[in-house]
């Protein structure tokens, strides 16, 4: 005849109690490693510098940029060839002062 000095009727039930506390212990861990994960990715962050925004909306603009017209590129070569391609040394000008105004 076994004594039982807890005075349970049934040793599965403290075994029960035993599991209870041990998941009740690592629910508890990990709520706490969860929490901080939780708080010290909060304190991460990014930041672009204007030079690297700046470079992203370049690299934006030349994807949206149509492609190469062939053609137009053959009528300028043929126009340049012929001496029939003027240029505008004012609107040349104008147009460089422009690039450089929007690249600084």
């Known amino acids: 005849m076994a004594i039982n000095i807890n005075n349970l ?3 599965n039930q403290v075994k029960q109690k035993l599991d209870q506390q041990v ?3 690592q629910q508890a861990t990990q709520s706490a490693v969860s929490n901080e994960q939780v708080k010290s990715s909060g304190k991460d962050s990014v930041s672009l510098t204007p030079q690297a925004q700046q470079l ?3 690299r934006k603009k030349a994807n949206e940029a149509p492609a190469i017209d062939q053609k137009k590129i053959d009528q300028l070569k043929k126009a340049i060839a012929d001496g029939d391609y003027k ?3 004012e609107k040349l000008a ?5 690039f450089e105004f929007k690249l600084g």
Do not use: F, G, M, R
Request: hydrophobic residues 35%.
């Open 9 to 11: 009727p049934n040793s």
């Open 23 to 25: 998941q009740v212990k």
């Open 56 to 58: 992203n909306e370049l």
């Open 87 to 89: 240029v505008n040394p």
């Open 94 to 98: 104008a147009s460089i002062a422009d």
